[in-house]
C-alpha cells in the first residue's frame, strides 16, 4: 500500500451524495479540493448542493475522461450491503484516479501505509504502525491504535474504538461506538453491531453484538 497525494489540479467528481456523502463533500470543500460535480440518481440533476451542482447519475461516468479527472466515493456502508465496494472497483477497472480526505480535526500519524480511497473524518485518531487497504472508511471520532491491520472496503462506524494489533479483514464492518480489544482479528465480511465489545475473533461473514460480543442474527443489526 501506498500513501497517495490527490493531485488539486484535476477536477473531482463526487460519486453519492446522501447523509455519508455530505460529510465527504464538506470535508473537499474544507481542504480546498476542486470539486466539479455531484454524481447521484436520487437527486434532482441541474440542482445544487453546497453549491456544487448535482449532473445526473451513473451514466454520466461514461462521460468523464479517467486521465483528467479524480473521483471520491461519497456512498455510505450499511452492515452487509457492498454496493460502495462494487462502484470502488468499477471505477477502478475504468482507469480513475481515487482521491484521498483527511480531515483537518483528523490525528494521524507520519509512520502509516495508506491504500487509495481512504475517508479519515473529523476528529479520528489513526496511531503508529497503521495499515489502512483501499476504500476504508474512519468515520467520526473513531479510533485506530497502534500496529492495526485493516483491509480493502472497510467501515469504521463513528466513535468505534479499534485497540493495538488488531486485524480487520476486506469487507467487514465495525458500528458506531463498538469496541475491539486488543490482538483481535475479525475476518473479511465481518460485522459488529454498534456498542459491542468484541473481546475475540471473529470469523469469516460471522455476526457479533452485545458486550461481550456474541453471534447474532443480521436482520437485527441493519441499523447497528
Known amino acids: ?63 468523464l475522461d479517467p486521465q483528467m479527472v479524480s473521483v471520491c466515493l461519497g456512498v455510505g456502508v450499511m452492515p452487509g450491503e457492498s454496493r460502495r465496494a462494487e462502484l470502488f472497483d468499477n471505477c ?14 483528523a490525528t494521524i500519524s507520519s509512520r502509516h501505509e495508506f491504500g487509495v480511497g481512504i475517508q479519515v473524518l473529523a476528529g479520528a485518531v489513526v496511531q503508529v504502525g497503521v495499515r489502512l487497504g483501499d476504500n476504508v472508511i474512519l468515520n467520526t471520532r473513531a479510533s485506530v491504535d497502534h500496529d492495526c491491520m485493516i483491509e480493502k472496503d472497510v467501515m469504521i462506524g463513528p466513535g468505534a474504538v479499534i485497540c493495538g494489533q488488531v486485524s480487520i479483514g476486506a469487507g467487514a464492518y465495525v458500528g458506531a461506538g463498538a469496541v475491539i480489544l486488543p490482538g483481535v482479528c475479525l475476518g473479511p465480511q465481518a460485522i459488529v453491531g454498534a456498542g459491542s465489545v468484541v473481546i475475540k475473533d471473529v470469523a469469516k461473514g460471522e455476526k457479533v453484538v452485545g458486550n461481550p ?9 441493519k441499523n447497528a
Not at 467528481?13 to 479540493?33: E, T
Open 92 to 105: 477502478k477497472i475504468s482507469g480513475f484516479q481515487f482521491v484521498s480526505i483527511f480531515h483537518p480535526s
Open 213 to 221: 460480543a456474541a453471534q447474532h442474527d443480521l436482520a437485527g443489526m
Open 1 to 63: 500500500m501506498t500513501l497517495l497525494s490527490s493531485s488539486r489540479e484535476r477536477p473531482i467528481y463526487l460519486l453519492g451524495c446522501g447523509g455519508h456523502g455530505r460529510v465527504v463533500l464538506d470535508c473537499l470543500l474544507m481542504c480546498g479540493m476542486p470539486v466539479a460535480g455531484i454524481v447521484d440518481a436520487a437527486l434532482a440533476r441541474g440542482s445544487l448542493v453546497d453549491g456544487v451542482p448535482v449532473l445526473g447519475g451513473d451514466e454520466c461516468l461514461g462521460r
